[in-house]
């Protein structure tokens, strides 16, 4: 089926629509990524995070096939500074404005303030994913020069996306997060037993600990009551604003969150003496739990390894989900049975002046990371060695 030539930029998600956009997020190629759904995408528009006024100007790309149908969507948004990534691109700015250049607006392709791994460019079933993605791709550089941007900027595709956005001459980015892997574990002992006698105790201990101190609910679905987001927006508050100094997510994300994903959610809460003390926000995909947010407000020694590590691998385990993906950075959860693994983004710099920095920096920056990704998973695994 062929592709219509011309690309639309919608302002909001909302014009594509729930039909044409879930007909290409839900494509079966995509283990069901909620951060790409048309419902996670609305929800940051309609509660004001991810808007014009935040620096998140939505400028979302559509492609329709010969019928009229969309084929091909791509979030994507114009921003005016570099929040809420976790692809950390601030040292390009500083140089490039440093030496003349104007780094901001620029384009990025993401689920806002969310460092998980998912499709940019998707494609409906049976729609030649080739000719669907330069469309796509085009149709980014394009807006980019009309907005006069420094670049576009994907960030966290996935790994064959990664790699054709290479093959496409984008330069090609590497990071690293530490991710949870199911080795088809029959439950949460099956697990420590893979591990070493002395962390299958240290973990055995620290659960212990955090679970006598507390009671633990892990909550999905219509279980997930306003009560729970009001005490659980209190602990992001409080997180958000002692790490970041302005957190990113309001109250009505969380409402509408519960309202339309209540079933894609998994909110683990701790509470002492009848009061809510701590919890943990997790989003359910296909085949992945991803990690997202936490917070407290009392210090329970090893609560948030037990809220956001163990009772995430406990739950994917139950349900036969392949991995925990537990958010950006902290080699401390090494120790807890997370690994290494590489996290991706690719980049169109429209300057050649800043492109040719960029591509020998990322160069160097991959090569670097992936000696620590061995270097790490060599010295600090916490599995058994085999003889």
């Known amino acids: 089926m062929s592709l219509k030539a011309a690309v639309k930029v919608s302002r909001r998600i909302a014009e594509i629509g729930r039909e044409g956009w879930d007909a290409c997020a839900g494509n079966p190629d995509y283990a069901a990524n909620p951060f790409v759904s048309f419902d996670f995408l609305d929800i940051v528009e309609q509660s004001g995070c991810a808007i014009e006024r935040m620096g998140w100007g939505p400028q979302h790309l559509s492609v329709e096939d010969e019928d009229g149908q969309v084929a091909a969507v791509m979030p994507l948004y114009l921003k005016s500074h570099s929040q809420g990534e976790y692809i950390f691109d601030h040292s390009w700015a500083e140089a490039y404005e440093r030496a003349g250049g104007r780094y901001y607006p620029k ?99 620290e659960r212990r600990d955090a679970q006598a101190a507390v009671e633990i609910l892990a909550l999905t679905g219509p279980d997930i009551t306003e009560e729970h987001w009001d005490a659980f927006y209190g602990f992001y508050m409080d997180t958000g604003s002692r790490k970041w100094g302005r957190p990113y997510l309001n109250r009505l994300f969380f409402s509408l969150l519960g309202e339309r994903m209540a079933d894609r959610v998994l909110l683990v809460m701790a509470r002492r003496n009848g009061q809510w003390v701590a919890g943990a926000l997790n989003l359910i995909g296909g085949d992945c739990l991803y990690g997202r947010n936490w917070g407290c407000v009392e210090d329970i020694p090893f609560l948030h390894f037990e809220l956001c590590y163990y009772q995430a691998i406990e739950w994917a385990i139950g349900r036969g989900l392949a991995r925990v993906e537990a958010g950006a950075q902290g080699q401390h959860k090494i120790a807890r049975g997370y690994l290494p693994s590489p996290v991706r983004s690719a980049h169109f710099i429209a300057d050649p002046m800043l492109r040719g920095p960029v591509e020998d920096f990322v160069a160097r920056e991959r090569e670097a990371v992936e000696g620590e990704m061995e270097w790490l998973a060599e010295e600090f695994s916490p599995f058994r060695q085999e003889s």
């Open 107 to 205: 384009l990025i392709s993401a689920a806002p303030f969310t460092p998980a791994t998912g499709p940019r460019l998707l494609v409906r079933p049976g729609v030649d994913v080739e000719a669907a993605r330069k469309t796509l791709l085009s149709g980014a550089v394009s807006l980019c020069e009309r907005y006069d941007s420094s670049g576009v900027h994907i960030n966290f595709p996935t790994d064959e996306e990664w790699t054709w956005l290479g093959g496409q001459g984008l330069s090609m980015r590497e990071g690293q997060q530490y991710h949870w892997e199911n080795a088809g574990y029959a439950d949460f002992d099956a697990f420590l037993g893979a591990l070493s006698s002395g962390r299958r105790k240290t973990i055995r201990r």
